[in-house]
């Protein structure tokens, strides 16, 4: 039977017409285009595996392989894994054994659009840069390894993704190096996960040009978006009040009920005389404003066991209000706790990589502003302390000296931030007249991100400290 006769010739016309919609969104419009990210329950975000698209400019080919990620994949990828990715799992255990194997060195690195490579080729990218320098490293030694240098960078993520990424994603294969470059707007909560709203064929439709032109010109526009949730902030949400709570640690519990006790005007005594299953019947019955009340009494590392306890509207509020501190004056006192608080992911992290032989390295990824203007302090002033104590417990450096180097006309004249020109949405740019900018590092219209300049010098000074740190010396 013939195709029209099947579905109809009403089905089939209406079909030939969306496609052609779709094409001439694609070819015409740009829609359609860019690298798609979905919301994930454990992660927050991620993007979806084999992509095809473009970068934010239209001009550089962004793929993703089989795991949602730029660049090559593992080498191999046991069963219990993939179901894993699949299904969205929370972290899976490690593989039983060694799952590398004695002839390759894995390297993972996590981070996020600055290592990602947002508008540079796959292969200018700084971490398959760093492959092929370590594997002529290792060939000039005549050791016989292999090298992959996986690339699990996603564009946004912090530190709490980093390190869930690595629970998830990249555990269970036993990595020897796990580099995280190590940037200030790293030190921010996440921001909560929230639900996929899931239909049939839902992957594939959100892939198409139609649905991107939906979601950037339709939505909000010409059409309502989704109304937010209305709650009244001082009626209890009971049930959530005693979801976190159940999910809470006992020091998260203690320091809560401690904040809620002094802000009802209890007396030291009071406070010990509530036994412990009685503090969650007050707990509960807890408003969002009183949670205010909490957050604005909690000092340092109290707000650091606060924060997951906070309902939902209220987190987010503080989470952007914790990112604009960051932005603003990351190295204040009073923002130690996020710092504290990052320090306390990234032991855990480190501890169940060294379970396994791993290592971990920080990096201080220099920015531009850095480079300009090296009197700023780096995040090296912390994490160069923590990285040598107790172990030592990692391996960190600033190769803020290396990239400078590359660029010193051009990072001298950069050194005044009023010289930057500034888009229409605040976004800076480097002066066209600027001395020596086919030097930068940096996109000239885009100053957050490497070029494929940057990346490479990137590479090479990851590569040299690498190995004069003697982390390529095989010990199996």
């Given at each position: ?28 419009g ?42 090559q ?42 290592t ?15 492959e ?9 030694r ?7 240098v ?26 020897d ?16 996960p ?18 991107d032109?939906?979601?950037?010109r ?12 209305s ?101 204040q006192p ?8 990052a320090?306390?992911?990234l032991?855990?992290?480190r501890?169940?990589?060294e ?10 990824l ?35 000296a290396?990239?400078?180097?590359r ?13 930057f020109?500034r ?54």
């Amino acid at each position: 039977m013939k195709p029209w006769k099947l579905i109809g010739w009403r089905t089939l016309g209406a079909l030939l017409t969306l496609v052609g919609i779709d094409r001439g969104l694609y070819h015409f419009g740009n829609h359609g285009k860019w690298v798609v990210q979905e919301r994930h329950p454990h992660l927050g975000w991620h993007m979806l595996p084999n992509q095809n698209g473009w970068s934010r400019y239209y001009d550089v080919r962004e793929r993703t392989n089989t795991l949602g990620y730029r660049g090559q994949g593992w080498p191999s990828t046991p069963a219990d894994v993939r179901s894993a990715y699949a299904d969205d799992a929370p972290p899976v255990a490690p593989v039983e054994g060694d799952a590398r194997g004695d002839d390759i060195l894995c390297v993972a690195v996590v981070g996020n659009s600055m290592t990602y490579g947002s508008s540079v080729a796959e292969n200018e990218i700084w971490t398959a840069r760093l492959e092929v320098l370590l594997r002529e490293e290792l060939a000039l030694r005549g050791d016989p390894r292999r090298v992959h240098v996986l690339n699990f960078a996603v564009q946004g993520y912090v530190f709490d993704q980093m390190a869930r990424t690595f629970d998830q994603r990249i555990a269970p294969f036993l990595p020897d190096i796990l580099i995280v470059p190590t940037t200030t707007y790293d030190l921010a909560p996440m921001a909560a996960p929230a639900p996929t709203f899931d239909y049939p064929l839902r992957r594939w439709v959100v892939r198409t040009a139609i649905s991107d032109f939906a979601l950037r010109r339709v939505q909000g526009r010409w059409m309502p978006g989704p109304s937010a949730p209305s709650f009244d902030p001082e009626v209890p949400d009971i049930e959530g009040n005693r979801r976190r709570w159940a999910a809470a640690d006992a020091d998260q519990r203690e320091v809560a009920w401690r904040l809620f006790a002094l802000d009802r005007g209890a007396s030291p005594a009071a406070l010990a005389a509530v036994e412990p299953e009685l503090r969650l019947a007050y707990f509960e019955r807890a408003s969002e404003t009183a949670f205010e009340r909490l957050w604005a009494r909690a000092k340092g590392a109290e707000r650091s066991a606060l924060l997951t306890l906070l309902p939902p509207a209220l987190f987010e509020r503080v989470r952007q209000t914790l990112q604009h501190e960051l932005t603003a004056q990351p190295f204040q006192p009073s923002n130690r706790w996020m710092w504290d608080r990052a320090a306390s992911t990234l032991d855990g992290l480190r501890q169940r990589l060294e379970a396994h032989g791993g290592q971990l390295v920080l990096i201080a990824l220099p920015t531009l502003s850095r480079l300009s203007r090296p009197d700023q302090p780096s995040t090296s002033a912390y994490w160069a302390p923590w990285a040598r104590s107790d172990g030592p417990r990692a391996f960190e450096f600033d190769p803020a000296a290396q990239l400078r180097a590359r660029m010193p006309e051009l990072a001298s004249f950069l050194r005044d931030p009023a010289i930057f020109d500034r888009g229409p949405r605040g976004e800076l740019s480097i002066p066209r007249a600027a001395p020596e900018i086919e030097t930068s590092l940096f996109f000239a219209n885009d100053t957050g991100h490497y070029n494929a300049r940057g990346h490479a010098a990137l590479a090479e000074a990851v590569s040299a400290r690498i190995v004069s740190a003697g982390l390529l010396v095989n010990e199996r």
